[in-house]
């Protein structure tokens, strides 16, 4: 039997390994001939020696892709150590998971699988529901779909809509009229389309109101032809505003609704529509909906570990409540 010790040294093994080890066990799965035991930042390895190498060359492009990409998902570890493997050059993704290409050749693609499931179902369906954790690309993969689609002339407006509903801070306690009270509220919105679009373009088409960001408030009484539109923090809306805004879907429009079920602002958590309006609707053909967890996350490192804290802590909380009920009853 061989030996082989890998030396982990350029980033968290944690970041590589997942969450209580998940990812490590998805990779002793995948080689299930061999012993692979991980503490701290070294990785032993025994059993034949050919299967050792083969492992070690897809554990090196597996580290070289996360320090490229800065990711890491179910996804990736199956198409690094499954059969065919691949090389760091080569993200997890088919030519096809390219969604738009955005400013400076930036190219835009869905990176996660739960990203191309949206991706995939956008095209057979005209009302999306995309709901799961911060930082999974669920808002940025819908805006790039609708930049697509105003690019390919597929609509002819693109319209991105959030309930006014602040996270600790009055709108009224910020300065300026109304415009400038919403635009830092909407921001993220912005953000995402000048990834996308030119700033002299994104300009001229907000003049011209062919992109348009507003409050939820201002979509009542509207018919929405020929537009792209999604409602973004859907959780912060009651079922009527759901019912609201999905009953302004005009001919040839697509809509997405997007949410965090775990950071409701609203006063009262329980008025949030979303998950009702998803259950009430989603037997209706037409409409899908697609659940991103904490593995779909794509921003800094530290996110999945911040998401997984806190509901470590709802868990347990609610553990807490459920046991009080019951001792009081």
Known sequence: MTEKTIYIDEVDPRELFG????????????????????????????????????????????????DKYGHVSKEVIRQCFGTAGMSADEPPTHEGDVIVYGNNGNVIRAR???????VDLFEKNDLLFAVGPAGSGKTYTAIALAVRALKEK???????????????????????????????????????????????KLSKYMEEGTVQIAPLAYMRGRTLDNAFVILDEAQNTTLSQIKMFLTRMGRNAKFIVTGDVT?????????????????????IQGIA?????????????????????????????????????????
């Open 154 to 200: 597929q609509v002819r407006r693109v319209i991105l809509t959030r309930p006014a509903v602040e996270a600790g801070e009055k709108l009224g306690f910020l300065p300026g009229d109304m415009k400038e009270k919403l635009d830092p509220y909407l921001q993220p919105l912005y953000d995402a389309l000048n990834d996308m679009i030119p700033a002299a």
């Open 112 to 118: 996660t699988a739960n990203q191309r499931r949206l």
């Open 19 to 66: 969450a209580q080890d998940t990812y490590l066990e998805m990779i002793r799965e995948q080689y299930p001939a061999l012993r692979i035991v991980a503490r701290g930042s070294k990785m032993k390895v025994m059993g034949e020696e050919r299967l050792i190498e083969q492992f070690v060359k897809r554990f090196e492009q597996f580290e070289a892709y996360y």
């Open 263 to 283: 950071q409701i602002d609203l006063p009262k958590a329980g008025d949030s529509g979303l998950m009702r309006a998803m259950k009430m609707l989603g037997s």
């Open 289 to 329: 909906s697609v659940e991103f967890d904490k593995g779909d996350i794509v921003r800094h490192p530290l996110v999945k570990h911040i998401v997984e804290a806190f509901e470590k802590r709802a868990t347990m909380e609610d553990a807490l409540k459920n046991r009080e009920t019951k001792n009081n009853n």
